[in-house]
């Protein structure tokens, strides 16, 4: 630009945003790669702007100079903090998701979680699993709202879980204790939607707190609605069980809204039972919930889908349980 101004117009100075903008996005390297370029840039502008040798010129380039060596020191900064940050997310997102076994009881189990921002790794969907004396119990949940708030919502959730699963009798129970251990720490808007499932042998029994219903892969495929509807935990919850049989080999799928309102460009939800036939044949329990993962991304539009996605997916088995 300084080619088509006048002589005593030099916007070389200006070359300086180029290295102090770059270290607000990019890593050191490319941002080095910005302050050498902008030195290169200014160092060419020298005789087209009639300041070549010039003190002047000197001057502009010793202060673009010392300000591309802030630049890259701020990105160098800036990168190992964001890195350090992810380490802490990651140990936090560990505490709270405990890894779950391949078989549980009698129950093989695959898990899956994701965060809908890419550059996180913990939100506000949950997942867990107990093996109690009155059978395996699977809970699935989503804390409304996202954040920080939602993180330490979903950790409180599971933390009750992990006691009431072992403590309390009935299913029912569990979902009661849950929304009183929930009721005095949530906002007054605040609540989570969970379904719990208790695996027996020959059955499953499940209540549902205001969460989208589990899929049972059977034959006929059958979404388990509860009888009556129920409101959420922490907001007096009192759900009541249904069960239903489950012979040897069929699965259970239970996830959160992440997975059924992924929209596509033209605003289409994604259809949970179009993929009833992966889900129930594949052979294994991980290589289903993988496809189902791709195709989801295959679905959905970034700009529409802004959602954490927590799946679970339980097959019976024929083993007698410990």
């Known amino acids: 630009m300084d080619g088509f101004l006048t ?7 200006l070359l300086v945003l180029g290295p102090l903008l770059a270290c607000v996005r990019l890593d050191t390297v490319r941002t080095a790669a910005v302050g050498a370029y902008a030195m290169v840039l200014c160092v060419l502008l020298g005789p087209v702007n009639d300041i070549w040798g010039t003190a ?27 890195r350090a940050l992810t380490t802490v997310a990651r140990v936090a997102q560990e505490a709270i998701l405990l890894p779950v ?3 549980v009881g009698h129950i093989r189990v695959a ?6 921002s890419r550059d996180a790794l913990v939100g506000g969907d949950l997942f867990d699993i107990a093996h ?10 989503d804390v409304r709202g996202k954040g920080l708030d939602a993180t330490l919502s979903a950790a409180r ?10 403590a309390e009798s009935d299913l029912a129970g569990v979902a009661r204790y849950l929304d009183t251990a929930l009721a005095g720490h949530l906002g007054p808007e605040d609540f989570v939607t969970a379904a719990i499932a208790e695996f027996t042998p020959g059955r499953v029994t499940v ?12 034959d006929p495929v059958d979404l388990i609605t509860p009888a009556e509807p129920d409101l959420p935990l922490g907001l007096g ?9 489950l012979q040897t080999g069929q699965r259970l799928l239970l996830y959160t809204d992440g997975l059924v309102e992924a929209r596509d460009a033209s605003g289409r939800m994604f259809e949970l039972q179009e993929q009833v036939t992966l889900l129930r044949d594949f052979p294994s329990l991980d290589g289903a919930l993988e496809d189902l993962l791709k195709r989801l991304d295959a679905h959905a539009h970034p700009a529409l889908t802004d959602d954490d996605v927590a799946l679970v997916l339980c097959e019976a088995t024929g083993d007698t349980p410990p």
């Open 237 to 245: 919850a009192r759900p009541k069980p249904r069960t239903v049989k």
């Open 56 to 82: 002047d010129h000197f001057l502009r380039l010793t202060i673009l100079a010392i300000s591309s060596g802030l630049a890259v020191y701020a990105a160098h900064v800036r990168t190992s903090r964001e």
């Open 111 to 116: 898990t899956r979680y994701r965060c809908a």
């Open 7 to 13: 002589p005593q117009t030099i916007l070389v100075g």
């Open 101 to 103: 076994s391949a078989q």
């Open 132 to 141: 109690t004396g009155q059978g395996v119990r699977v809970l699935i949940g």
């Open 207 to 218: 209540v549902n707190c205001g969460h989208h219903p589990p899929l049972l892969l059977g």
């Open 157 to 166: 959730t599971l933390g009750s879980f992990r006691h009431a699963a072992y």
